[in-house]
């Protein structure tokens, strides 16, 4: 049977399959219907350091072969959230990455050390991402300066193992993978939703309240992985690669181009099981290509000798 554990830094993963961040609650939303103890790890929906309502509704619409969101990062707050959630999650042996943001460096810091010694919390995402709220996290996520300045505050202000969340929307996704690394986090993780809108022609108004959005879903799928297989070039440390998976050759992909390991998002919402689906079908391809782990298939792509990460499209 193969090996389907990976290491992320100093943290071990049972599984290479995670669920994203923002799309499996906190735990208990899924706890019927699957065994959380069978997940890589739970990446809990975005912690503020207080309690935030998120944008007003709409917040989603349908695209093709997608969903357009912007939730806005509602959430209970940190202290909310290790009163009420982290008892459930203290039942499980999955392990917990608590996904953070804030508006200022500060707020990054408060609620990185408010988590530092919290039993249970297995490691931080730092989200420095997302493109549905006006300040703070996106605007940390795409300007080099603000990246590091907070991608080395919060790796001062905590031991735990820290996963940098990039951006898509950068000039060069290796130049903030590259940021992260010499920053010291332990992982990034990307990509995070892509910005994008939607328009009622009949109404002439935005589908979303927030007029736009983040991208997610099947239709993200090939933009990700090349941005994983860009990153993966340009730094050492694990990535995992997050991105319209919904089954096992989706996630293939992305370990091929070089990522540790996976996280399944939007596909989550429509089939609870596909993270286990997707786990299950990583590790009959293992068996059938004769590989005995994650860690040797991870960056086996053949591009033969005339590729380069560089190289633009020509296509016309």
Known sequence: MPNLSVQLGPLTLPTPVLVASGTFGYGPEYAELIDLNQLGGIVVKGIALHPTKGNPTPRTAEVASGL???I??????????IQEYMPFLRQYTVPVIVNIWGKTVAEYVDVARRFDTVEGVHALELNVSCPNIKEGSAMFGTCMDSFRAVVAAVRAATALPLIVKL?????????????????GADAISLINSVPA???D??????????VTGGLTGPAIRPFAVKLVWEAAQAVTI????????????????????????????????????????VT??????????GLESVDS????????????????????
Do not use: C, W
């Open 68 to 70: 357009l969101n912007a």
């Open 197 to 199: 809108m939607a328009i």
């Open 280 to 289: 299950d079908g990583i590790a009959e391809y293992l068996e059938r290509h």
């Open 72 to 81: 806005g990062l509602p959430n209970p707050g940190a202290e909310g959230f």
């Open 238 to 277: 694990p990535i995992i690669g997050i991105g319209g998976i919904s089954k096992a050759e989706d996630a293939l992909e992305f370990i091929i181009a070089g990522a540790s390991a996976v996280a399944v998002g939007t596909a989550s919402f429509t089939e609870p099981r596909t993270v286990l689906q």
């Open 297 to 316: 298939l991870r960056g086996s792509l053949n591009t033969g000798s005339d590729a380069a990460v560089d190289t633009d499209s020509e296509t016309n």
């Open 201 to 210: 022609v009949e109404t002439r108004k935005p589908k979303l309240a927030n």
């Open 167 to 183: 951006a898509p929307n950068v000039s060069d996704i290796k130049e903030f993978a590259r940021a992260a690394e010499a920053e």
